[in-house]
């Protein structure tokens, strides 16, 4: 593609060079640039792109995209430099891609708990209306048939772009897509055209990069004003109350879901089961009967967001039922990794204070025998770390009969010290507990004291199969392991 073409409607402070090149391919990492690309240098948290230039050169780099300075020896070099890289990798590359998001129906899903979830439920009720669609999300990328796992919950924009494009060439028609507050603060999807945005919950999670809920609020409201057709929101979240204040007179049409305030899609007569939910959902062109397979409250408002994004796109409430009935299991979403008539062990990506609270809720009614919890919390810096391992022992201490507090990811942050804040905060909740740095010893330690009708719930890494570990990221697959630990157990043989 010629350059003029690439950098189309870029917005840039000065171009020195020629513009009068072809390009044949777009790069932020230096160590991926060939001959003929343009490599744009970000100022990223711990690495700036500026740092790599000369070695993008030496691979073949004819074109720079900059916002400081640089100083270039080789000749025919063109930089053009920009106020923000990041905005311009996302223009660039929706160019280079020839703006693939016009050319499919756009679905973002935003909040801090359920992305995945209704992500994997609007697929299918899709599916079973006929519809082409793909994903993108936390576990991972499913385009056409082919599954592929991806680093963050939304990649960065020159990926996502090539991502759309491989959708458009197979003639995929719709696509779901998890909306982090990273991607949308970094503007990874600045150049996404999206058709439907969905808003689930806000509850304290990321603040090490938003510093405070209202920041974290407003990055996630930035979905909410890049949609044509309709905002679908959470009523009863208090922030979606707010969100619905901040974009009602906009272009995109509100449809509010919920279960405790009056909104265009819910639930009544909701009967909760130790493995599923079932409930009546009222929209305005019906009612119908729903079963998910997932327990508790959460998975109705997840279910709910599901169906109104159905009604909006115009599907039949029967696909829309079906649809949902049809998702037996969602890898690390309260997945059964192991059961033996009322004994069962289930792993959960649950690592927030409402997210572990709204998943043991659900759970304890059901639970003949004892509710014993294996967590960690996963490393943040400051007093707002130290605020979430003080919640999320609190919720410990309220729902679990023994609390096993272990490792979660704690990076490069001590974890005896992340494990000590958990368990004062449990003991001065007048929890019951024990602690493990040794995340395997934890799961170990709570099957073996385990009886034929407890629960094992092991929350914080769901689908995730490693643990991160001072700089090192070690293999950590939770379910093969409880596996494993269960062959081995003399107390569970079946």
């Known amino acids: 593609m010629h350059l003029t073409e690439v950098i189309k409607e870029l917005d840039y402070i000065e171009i020195k060079g020629s513009l009068d090149k072809e390009i044949q391919g777009i790069a932020y990492d230096s160590r991926e640039v060939k001959e003929g690309y343009v490599f744009v240098a970000i100022c990223g948290f711990t690495v700036d ?29 063109t930089i053009i430099k920009v106020q923000n890289s990041r905005r311009a990798l996302a223009k660039i590359s929706s160019n280079y891609y020839n703006r693939p998001t016009e050319k499919m129906n756009m679905i973002g899903v935003t909040g801090t708990n359920g992305k995945t979830s209704i992500s994997f439920l609007v697929k299918s009720i899709f599916e079973q209306s006929g519809r082409s669609i793909d994903l993108i999300g936390t576990i991972g990328s499913v385009i056409g048939n082919k599954f592929s796992k991806t680093k963050n919950t939304t990649p960065e924009s020159l990926n996502l772009q090539q991502m759309f494009s491989e959708m458009v060439d197979i003639g995929t028609k719709n696509c779901i897509m998890e909306v982090s507050s990273h991607a949308l603060s970094l503007d990874r999807v600045a150049e996404c055209d999206f058709n439907i945005g969905i808003y689930t919950n806000l509850t304290p999670d990321h603040l090490e990069l938003h510093n405070s809920m209202e920041e974290y609020f407003y990055a996630k409201a930035k979905l909410f004003k890049m949609t044509s057709d309709y905002n679908i929101i ?44 079932e409930f009546t959902a009222n929209t305005p062109k019906g009612s119908i009967r729903i079963k998910v397979n997932f327990p508790g409250k959460i998975y109705v408002y997840n279910s709910l967001a599901a169906i109104a994004c159905g009604y909006c796109s115009n599907i039949q409430l029967k696909d829309i039922q079906k649809g949902i009935e049809k998702v037996k299991e969602i890898n690390g979403r309260f997945e059964i990794v192991y059961k033996d008539k009322d004994y069962k062990i ?27 919890l294996v967590f960690g919390v996963y490393a943040a810096p400051g007093e707002k770390g130290r605020a979430k391992r003080r919640a999320m022992g609190k919720v410990a201490a309220k ?26 905060s449990i003991e001065e909740n007048n ?18 004291i385990s009886k034929d009708n407890d629960i094992i719930f092991v929350a914080g890494k769901g ?8 700089k090192i990221e070690v293999p950590f697959n939770e379910k093969e392991i409880i596996n494993e630990l269960i062959r081995n157990s003399k107390k569970k043989t079946s």
């Open 49 to 77: 792109g500026h740092n790599y230039v000369n070695m993008a050169l030496e691979n073949g780099a004819k074109v720079l995209i900059v916002e400081k300075a640089v100083e270039v020896n080789k000749e025919d070099i």
């Open 234 to 277: 959470n009523i009863d979240d208090q922030y979606g109350r707010r969100l619905v204040e901040e974009v009602k007179d906009l272009k995109a049409r509100v449809i509010t879901y919920g279960i405790d305030n009056k909104a265009d899609i819910y639930a009544t007569d909701i009967y909760y089961d130790a493995e599923f939910t």
């Open 346 to 372: 289930i792993v959960d990506f649950a690592h927030t204070e409402d997210g572990l609270e709204k998943a043991l809720s659900a759970i304890k009614p059901f639970t003949k025998g004892r509710l014993i």
């Open 399 to 424: 729902y679990a009969d023994i609390a096993v507090v272990t490792s979660d990811n704690p990076k490069e942050q001590d974890p005896n010290s992340i494990i000590k804040e958990i368990v004062e």
């Open 431 to 448: 929890g019951n507990y024990v602690s493990f740095v040794d995340r395997k010893e934890a799961i170990k330690y709570a099957i073996d």
């Open 463 to 470: 689908h995730e199969t490693s643990q991160k570990i001072g």
